[in-house]
Structures are given as structure tokens and as C-alpha cells.
């Protein structure tokens, strides 16, 4: 069993900056893609930034240079570093992981955090 935690959410003032975590642990082979997805009240979930199977970065357009997503192999983490945050910017991050166990490929998602951007 694979498992993803996420931390780092909270309330912060428009124009201040945040960075997410997401650890994946259990018995893992290899991680295909990882990535932040998030979904405000009333809207769809959408696509923040990931990390595809070959390395490359992918941003969604209201984001780009704004925040950054790297990650660490070794410690099988991602994370999100969001800058010159917006209220537009409010909602639950989930991290999303496309994984490789022993019994095949599945998609694992986090359990949420809350980022709220307010004054």
C-alpha cells in the first residue's frame, strides 16, 4: 500500500508565499508522474503543476511564475513553492501520484490541505 501526506497548508495575506509537501510512502518501484492539482468552492478540480514521466515540469497558465514544484528522490517527496499568492489562489491542494507497486500502476491522491489567501 502507497499512501501520500501533504503538508504545509494555511492562511496567508495576498502577496505572501506558502510551500507544500507530499511524501509518498510504502513499498514503492517507481513514481511515473507527481503533481498538485486543487479545487475551489463551485469550480472543477484543475491542474496546478506535475512533474511528467520524463522529468519535464507543467504549469497551469494563472500559475506560471508565480509558483515553482521540484521534488526530492530520495525522500520520494514533492513540493510546491507558491509566491505573490492571490485570493483566486484559495483552495484544497491535493497531491496526485502515479505509482508503480509490485501488484502494478495506480493513481494515488493526498488527503487535502486548505491554502486560504485572504486579508
Known amino acids: 500500500q502507497v499512501q501520500l501526506v501533504e503538508s504545509g497548508g494555511g492562511l496567508v495575506q495576498p502577496g505572501g508565499s506558502l510551500r507544500l509537501s507530499c511524501a509518498a510512502s510504502?513499498?514503492?518501484?517507481?513514481?511515473?508522474?507527481m503533481g498538485w492539482y486543487r479545487q475551489a468552492p463551485g469550480k472543477q478540480r484543475e491542474l496546478v503543476a506535475a512533474f511528467t514521466s520524463g522529468g519535464r515540469t507543467n504549469y497551469a497558465d494563472s500559475v506560471k511564475g508565480r509558483f515553482t514544484i521540484s521534488r526530492d528522490n530520495a525522500k520520494n517527496t514533492v513540493y510546491l513553492q507558491m509566491n505573490s499568492l492571490k485570493p483566486e489562489d484559495t483552495a484544497v491542494y491535493y497531491c496526485?501520484?502515479?505509482?508503480?507497486?509490485?501488484?502494478?500502476?495506480?493513481?494515488?491522491w493526498g488527503q487535502g490541505t486548505q491554502v486560504t489567501v485572504s486579508s
Open positions: 496526485n501520484a502515479d505509482i508503480a507497486t509490485m501488484r502494478g500502476l495506480y493513481d494515488y
Open positions: 510504502g513499498i514503492i518501484v517507481s513514481i511515473n508522474t
